[in-house]
């Protein structure tokens, strides 16, 4: 039994643990220097304003990638159906390499994102890109002060590279996690055997006495 109840208390520790996600996440994934859901950056831009909001960078912290900002978003228009621009500078990446970008926010602050990636007509292997984020409000209520002016939305904005071009970086923690578990279940599951196989082997025992 003391197998078990050391099997129970690592397997709810594990769970308290366990990686967590953000309720709403929007994603695009590209190769460097390919940019595959958008165009040249000067043919998107077409004299709109291009705000830079931060930049995020591998060569700088290549073990943590992630931005945490307010975005400036509106209600969808005829002219301007995905709201508000915002650019970041994705800078220093690796040629060849496989990365994906992704906006996280809660679900207490709706909205929709549009994301893609984007190079400079004399971009070179290897060099920066930028990220275009598109936010719009999504959401409806009695308050004509946040109907007429939708606040903020806070997000994480994320860049993850691909190990091997098949796995996000920050999938090893979910991996490392899953082989944990299934180490656990094995362990509990042999102990359940060993005690089942106890219980019977005492009934057996009594009986014969």
């Known amino acids: 039994m003391v197998g078990l109840d050391a099997f129970f208390f690592f ?4 769970l308290l643990w366990a990686p967590s996600a953000k ?3 929007e994603k695009v994934i590209f190769s460097v220097p390919d940019a595959p859901s958008g165009g040249a950056l000067e043919n998107v831009i077409n004299g709109s304003e291009f705000n830079v909001i931060g930049q995020l960078s591998p060569a700088e912290s290549p073990e943590k ?3 945490r900002i307010e975005l400036p978003r509106e ?6 159906p995905h709201g508000v621009d915002s650019w970041v500078l994705l800078k220093g990446l690796k040629p060849g390499a496989r990365y994906e970008a992704r906006v996280c926010w809660a679900a207490t602050t709706p909205s929709d994102f549009w994301l893609s990636v984007h190079s400079p007509l004399d971009n070179g292997p290897g060099s920066d890109l930028y990220l275009k984020i598109s936010a719009i409000a999504s959401y409806y209520t009695t308050n004509t002060t946040l109907m007429n002016n939708p606040e903020p939305v806070l997000v994480d904005i994320i860049l993850d590279e691909y190990l091997l071009g098949i796995l996000p970086r920050s999938l090893l923690n979910v991996g490392l996690f899953v082989v944990v578990m299934a180490g656990v ?3 509990a599951g042999f102990q359940v055997i060993r005690w089942l196989d106890g219980i019977t082997r005492k009934g057996l025992k009594d009986k014969v006495t």
């Open 23 to 25: 309720a709403n996440t």
């Open 185 to 187: 279940a094995w362990y």
């Open 65 to 67: 990638l992630l931005l």
């Open 75 to 80: 209600f969808p228009t005829e002219s301007a």
């Open 11 to 14: 397997f709810t520790w594990l």
